[in-house]
């Protein structure tokens, strides 16, 4: 996904101007990890996973033999708001498939 962001030009005007700043969503948990603002990517991971916790979505167990496993992928998503400025990022796990 790509956002848009407004970035203001040294020596503009406080007058908008049709000048902006493409900010490409992360594709992979890598990516977002490896990125200027890792810092907020693991944040909105980590406040995701204590939510699957907190509601017991999950428990851990030994793989049963000949049995597939669902994988899983993370979706990174930064919201932006009126005025084209980062507002919050988001980040969802989601199933994905069979391993």
């Known amino acids: 996904m790509i956002s848009y962001l407004r970035q203001k030009v040294p020596g503009e005007s406080e007058e ?12 992979t948990y890598e990516e977002a990890m490896s990125r200027n603002d890792a810092v907020y990517w693991k944040k909105v991971c980590t406040k995701e996973l204590e939510a699957f916790i907190k509601q017991e979505l999950f428990s851990i167990v030994l793989k049963p033999v000949g049995r597939k496993v669902i994988g899983y992928k993370w979706v990174f998503k930064t919201k932006l708001n009126e005025d084209r400025q980062v507002k919050h ?6 199933a994905q498939g069979f391993l």
């Open 89 to 94: 990022y988001k980040a969802w796990l989601i």
């Open 16 to 27: 908008p101007q049709n000048t902006a700043l493409i900010i490409k969503d992360p594709v």
